[in-house]
């Protein structure tokens, strides 16, 4: 257990390399699984959401290896356990994305529901229900999933996400590609993320094709084999070292970060007035005037990420006069709102007028209180003060430390294993870039 405290005041100057996707990251590992030859994934980021997925892959009698920097060599060869220890759902949301696997290759499997970030409830129908139409049987008892498959087989067939889901289309395109026949997919997702995974699975033998918008075609194979892969940067990552060089006033070059996954949140930058720069070398941000409030709606890709808003929100505490920010991708994604008002931030949460709450909500509206708020407006600039908090999910911890970085106060932050948990050395990072933070017991 561990504790940042962070100390504002300085301007970040300098280049930052972004590393592998966190979202992609291990959903990868888990397709290599799927193969008994051995696959080679590049660019691997070193945080603890992989760490924990390797664990379990390997009490599941996963061949894992490192292979060099940054690079692992997974093979799904000696695979011997279809049963994941019920503890594992407390720590991790990738409990539930082994069902294809195991179902694949097992015929059974057992996994916990899924813990991790308490950023509203997680709509797993949208993966169950899939899996059923493929032909599997599950059924939860005692917070458990219990799931095998009767023929043996996945089955092709026509699936339509109610709404778009994220985790959702990977689990179903793992369990398609070794599926008897073809199977369609529609209103599925399209982030970045998921064609690094369509990408990685062609490559090791799959025949996915997009064959129009938010529709997969998938023609199921007898085998894959093993392949290389290089894993796309990580898009949050990039935002987080944005808005920090941003917020206090620097010039940070992020290196890898790429235009085309970033276009929602670029644009918004344009009407800000904050100064990037793209390159071969990534993209640089740089703060050349005072920033402008603006008005922000979340929205699944190519819209701005429900991942980027809080690292926004803070970023808008520094710009002049009232923005907004309409959450409409997760069901509760403003814990980071109460901490920010205790340092001094001009937050108030509100519910705007919606015309069709079902065709707006991303979420499960059956999950939603009566009372919830899916909005904030945030009047700045702020003058943040100290205070010490409990990080509640990952890219809140991140908002606080752009927070402090963005004052001249002083903020400790506990439990920041949530921030390793998506953040590669994220305090040594910023330290370079000339932060004043330090990790403490």
């Known amino acids: 257990m561990a504790k940042f405290r962070v100390t504002g005041g300085q301007r970040l100057t300098g280049s930052v390399r972004v590393g592998g996707a966190k979202n992609a990251s291990w959903k990868l590992m888990m397709a290599a699984l799927l193969a008994d030859e051995s696959s080679r994934l590049l660019n691997i980021p070193q945080i603890a959401d992989v760490q924990f997925a390797r664990e379990m892959m390997t009490h599941l009698g996963a061949q894992i290896s490192d292979g060099g920097e940054r690079m692992i060599v997974i093979s799904g060869a000696g695979l011997h356990e279809s049963r ?21 290759r097992f015929g059974s499997a057992r996994v ?46 026509t699936y339509r996400f109610a709404k778009n889901s994220h985790t959702g ?150 710009a002049h006069g009232t923005s907004t920010i309409h959450e409409t991708v997760m069901q509760s994604r403003f814990q980071y709102v109460a901490p920010l008002q205790q340092m001094g931030a001009k937050i108030t949460v509100f519910q705007p007028e919606v015309a069709d709450r079902e065709a707006t909500y991303n979420f499960n509206l059956s999950d939603d209180a009566p009372e919830a708020c899916h909005a904030i407006a945030i009047t700045g600039p702020t003058h943040f003060g100290p205070g010490e908090f409990v990080v509640s999910d990952l890219r809140a911890g991140a908002t606080l430390i752009l927070a402090a970085l963005s004052g001249n106060s002083q903020i400790v932050l506990d439990r920041v294993e949530q921030i390793d948990r998506g953040y590669e050395n994220l305090d040594g990072k910023l330290r370079a870039l000339g932060a004043k933070i330090e990790r403490i017991k």
Request: glycine letters at 10%; proline letters at 6%.
């Open 169 to 318: 289309t990977e689990t179903m395109l793992q369990a398609a590609v070794l599926a008897e026949g073809k199977t369609i997919l529609e209103n599925a997702a399209m982030e970045p993320e998921v064609l690094d995974l369509v990408k990685f699975l062609n490559a090791m033998g799959a025949r996915i094709s997009l064959i129009r918008p938010r529709t997969y075609e998938i023609y199921g194979v007898p085998a894959l084999h093993g392949a290389i892969h290089k894993l796309m940067p990580d898009r949050n990552e990039a935002v987080s070292y944005a808005c920090a060089a941003l917020a206090t006033g620097g010039d940070v070059i992020v290196e890898n970060a790429r235009e085309r996954d970033l276009t929602a949140f670029l644009a918004k930058l344009d009407d800000i007035g904050a100064g990037y720069q793209v390159g071969e070398f990534g993209i640089r941000f740089f703060a050349y005037q005072p920033l402008a409030a603006t008005d922000v709606t979340t929205s699944i890709h190519p819209g701005f990420m429900t991942d980027w808003q809080p690292l926004w929100a803070t970023l808008m505490t520094t």
């Open 84 to 104: 994941l220890d019920a503890s594992c759902g407390e720590f991790s949301r990738s409990s539930v994305a082994f069902l294809p696997v195991l179902l694949n």
């Open 112 to 157: 916990p529901l899924p813990g991790g970030d308490k950023i509203g409830r997680r709509p797993l129908e949208r993966h169950f229900f899939g899996l059923e139409k493929l032909g599997a049987h599950l059924e939860v008892v005692d917070g458990q999933v219990q799931a095998s498959l009767p023929e043996r087989k996945f089955v092709g067939g």
